[in-house]
């Protein structure tokens, strides 16, 4: 079992950058991957970016270019970089940890809201 805490999320205007941290309660060395998700009002969850455990990461075709996944094994942490961001990127950030069986694990949220 794993619990995951989200941080970071906040207030920004358009064109800043938020860091967003999801620290996990144990290993996440052998976690077959770890994502972070949003979910804006009205609309279904999304996947915005994961990283597998070999390190390749993908992401959702409207933050290519602008947010960057990256973990730290020492700390069980992964982050998620936002820049340049978009009044349409404001949701509730979600950590996501896929141990590669049921049941996976998430966090509870983190608001993020950009302001235009």
């Known amino acids: 079992q794993v619990q995951l805490v989200e941080s970071g999320g906040g207030l920004v205007q358009a064109g800043g950058s938020l860091r967003l941290s999801c620290a996990a309660s144990?290993?996440?060395?052998?976690?077959?991957?770890m994502a972070w998700y949003r979910q804006a009002p009205g609309k279904q969850r999304e996947l915005v970016a994961r990283i597998l455990k070999g390190g390749s990461t993908n992401y959702a075709d409207s933050v290519k270019g602008r947010f960057s996944i990256s973990r730290d094994y020492a700390k069980n942490t992964v982050y998620l970089q936002m820049n340049s961001l978009k009044p349409e990127d404001t949701a509730v950030y979600y950590c996501?940890?896929?141990?590669?069986?049921?049941?996976?694990?998430w966090g509870q949220g983190t608001q993020v809201t950009v302001s235009s």
């Open positions: 996501n940890a896929d141990p590669g069986r049921p049941p996976e694990y």
């Open positions: 144990r290993s996440i060395f052998s976690l077959n991957a």
